[in-house]
C-alpha cells in the first residue's frame, strides 16, 4: 500500500491555469524589478551575515575591556594565593630544618655514647659538641637532647678527672633540665672531689626534693656532713692564724702581740671571749 502525502495529492488535482500572454515592456520591468529584488536581497543578506559573525566596534571594545579585567582580578587572585602561601611554604621549611638537625644530633649522641663505652672519652666529647652545634637551640623538642649531651659531657670529664669542667656541663645541664638528677649526682660527685662539700651535700639536697626516697643521695649526705664540718673548722684556724699574723706585725710595735690575748669559746653559745694577759 502506497501512502501519498496529503499535500502532494492537492496539488494534483488543482487545474493549472494558462500561461498569460507575454508583455514585453512589462517583462522588462518585472526584471529589472526582479533582478533589483534579488540585489537587494543578497545585500541584506550580506548585511545581516556580516552583523551575525563579526561584532562592531563597539561590542569588539566591550569585550576587549571586559577580558582585560577579568584577566587582572586573576593575576590579582594568583598573586594574593601565592602571598598567603609563602608563610606555609617558609614555616614547613623550618620544620623540616629542624627535624632534620634533631636526627642528625641524636646520631651523634649515638655515637658519643658508644665511644663512652668503650673508654674513648676525648672522642665521644667531640661526638656530644657535634650533637650540640647541629641540634636547633631553644626548641622545646630539642631541649632535653641537649640537656642529655651537656651531662654526658659532663661525665667523660668526669673520667677524665677535669672536675671543674665536669660541674660546668652539669650545671648547663641543669639549666635546661632543674629535675635532671643524673646531672645533680655527676655534679655532686665532682664538688666532692673538689672538697666544695657544702656545694655536694646542697645538690644531694636538692635530689631529695626531688625524690625524697633517694637511699644514695641520703648516705652521700651522712657521709659529707662531717667532711664540711672538719673542713670548716679548718678554715677558721686558717683564717685565725692569718689574724694572729697580721695583729703581732701590728702590736709588735707596742712591745706586745696576739698572745697576750686569750680567747675563750662558751660551749653553750659557740661564741669567745677574749681576754688581755701580761
Not at 73 to 89: G, R
Not at 202 to 213: R, T, V, Y
Request: proline share 5%; glycine share 6%; charged share 30%.
Amino acid at each position: 500500500m502506497v501512502v501519498i502525502d496529503p499535500e502532494e495529492t492537492v496539488l494534483e488535482n488543482t487545474p493549472t491555469p494558462p500561461a498569460p500572454a507575454p508583455a514585453p515592456s512589462k517583462t522588462t520591468t518585472d526584471s529589472t524589478s526582479s533582478e533589483a529584488t534579488t540585489t537587494t536581497t543578497k545585500a541584506a543578506a550580506v548585511k545581516g551575515s556580516d552583523s551575525d559573525g563579526f561584532e562592531t566596534a563597539s561590542e569588539s571594545g566591550v569585550s576587549d575591556n571586559e577580558e582585560e579585567q577579568e584577566e587582572n582580578v586573576n593575576k590579582e587572585i594568583s598573586s594574593k594565593n601565592t602571598t598567603e602561601d609563602q608563610p606555609k611554604q617558609d614555616t614547613q621549611n623550618d620544620d623540616e630544618l629542624i627535624q632534620r638537625g634533631i636526627e642528625e644530633a641524636n646520631e651523634a649522641k649515638l655515637e658519643g655514647n658508644r665511644l663512652f663505652g668503650n673508654g674513648q672519652y676525648d672522642e665521644a666529647l667531640l661526638q656530644y659538641d657535634v650533637a650540640l652545634q647541629v641540634s636547633p637551640p631553644d626548641v622545646p623538642s630539642s631541649i632535653e637532647l641537649r640537656s642529655i649531651c651537656h651531662s654526658n659531657r659532663g661525665v667523660c670529664f668526669l673520667k677524665l678527672g677535669k672536675f671543674e669542667d665536669t660541674i660546668k656541663e652539669c650545671s648547663k645541664a641543669i639549666e635546661l633540665n632543674p629535675s635532671y638528677m643524673k646531672a645533680l649526682v655527676r655534679r655532686g660527685e665532682a664538688h666532692e672531689k673538689l672538697e666544695h662539700f657544702e656545694e655536694a651535700i646542697a645538690d644531694m639536697k636538692k635530689i631529695l626534693e626531688l625524690d625524697p626516697s633517694n637511699d644514695q643521695a641520703k648516705r652521700t649526705i651522712r657521709r659529707l656532713e662531717p667532711l664540711a664540718a672538719a673542713k670548716r673548722e679548718k678554715m677558721k684556724e686558717e683564717m685565725i692564724g692569718k689574724l694572729k699574723e697580721m695583729g703581732n706585725s701590728l702590736l709588735g710595735r707596742f712591745g706586745m702581740s696576739v698572745d697576750n690575748f686569750k680567747a675563750v669559746q662558751d660551749p653553750n653559745t659557740g661564741s669567745y671571749s677574749i681576754s688581755f694577759q701580761r
